[in-house]
């Protein structure tokens, strides 16, 4: 197994915004075994986001503050431009502890996924930290993605993924619209995966949300605002207004 992850050409893409306190772990965390290069998107970070991350190993590369999808957009524009065969994306947070990539990459390595979904509600699956508001919200979430899409999927709203790079081959997923900037990329990307027939598995993983320290919030996502986000694209592409 271990062979044949090395025969993928794996990047691992870290999607920041102001996290000179953690991205300096997450890029040292990545298994350089399995992982030939880490790409940190600095999303117009206004502290030494992209500094730490460069005096740490990675590739940073510099983006304006246009929201998360736009950041792991470029980093999937990375990928294809310079080969790779697999990307993997974790959070810049380091709410996704990297440790864990082998898991994602098994699917993919055996020829069984274009795309794999880590989830913390599979059998395996487990979160620390959990507010119970964002336990009821991501729970309610998922529920609503699976009877949209017409599949049952476990975590809708997990953003540790790896995803075959010839996926994208497929012209009916379309990253590169502005619309898809913020939160809507990536529960758009799973919505089409699945709609499209292409092979998504779920795989068990740990989301370790931050052990906050004063000053510091507990996620950047806003409730209601940003929740409203994550469904837009669901709700689009089952209705047919958007593709």
């Not at 025969?7 to 298994?31: D, F, Q, S, Y």
């Not at 992982?35 to 970070?45: C, L, Q, T």
């Not at 990253?175 to 900037?181: A, G």
Request: charged share 25%; hydrophobic share 45%.
């Amino acid at each position: 197994m271990a062979g044949v992850e090395r025969a993928l050409r794996v990047v691992c893409i870290a999607p920041a915004w102001n996290e000179e306190k953690r991205i300096g772990g997450v890029v040292t965390a990545v298994p350089r075994g399995v992982v030939e290069e880490v790409v940190v998107v600095d999303d117009g970070s206004t502290d030494r986001t992209g500094e730490v991350a460069r005096e740490a190993g990675a590739t940073v590369l510099a983006g304006k503050h246009s929201g998360v999808g736009a950041a792991i957009r470029l980093g999937i524009d990375y990928a294809m431009q310079h080969g790779f065969d697999v990307a993997v994306i974790v959070s810049g947070a380091g709410k996704t502890p990297p440790a864990q990539i082998p898991r994602l990459l098994a699917p993919v390595a055996a020829g069984e996924a274009d795309l794999v979904q880590g989830s913390r509600y599979t059998g395996g699956g487990q979160f620390l930290r959990m507010t119970l508001l964002r336990k009821i919200g991501t729970r309610g979430y998922t529920f609503l993605f699976s009877l949209l899409v017409g599949r049952r999927v476990t975590d809708a709203s997990s953003g540790f993924r790896a995803i075959r790079v010839a996926l994208f081959d497929d012209k009916r997923i379309n990253l590169w619209q502005t619309w898809l900037d913020g939160y809507e990329l990536e529960p758009y990307l799973l919505f089409q995966a699945l709609r499209l027939r292409h092979k998504v598995v779920e795989v068990p993983v740990t989301i370790e949300y931050p052990d906050v320290i004063r000053g510091e919030a507990y996620t950047k996502m806003r409730a209601w605002t940003d929740w409203y986000r994550i469904f837009r694209p669901v709700l689009y592409l089952a209705l047919g207004l958007k593709r």
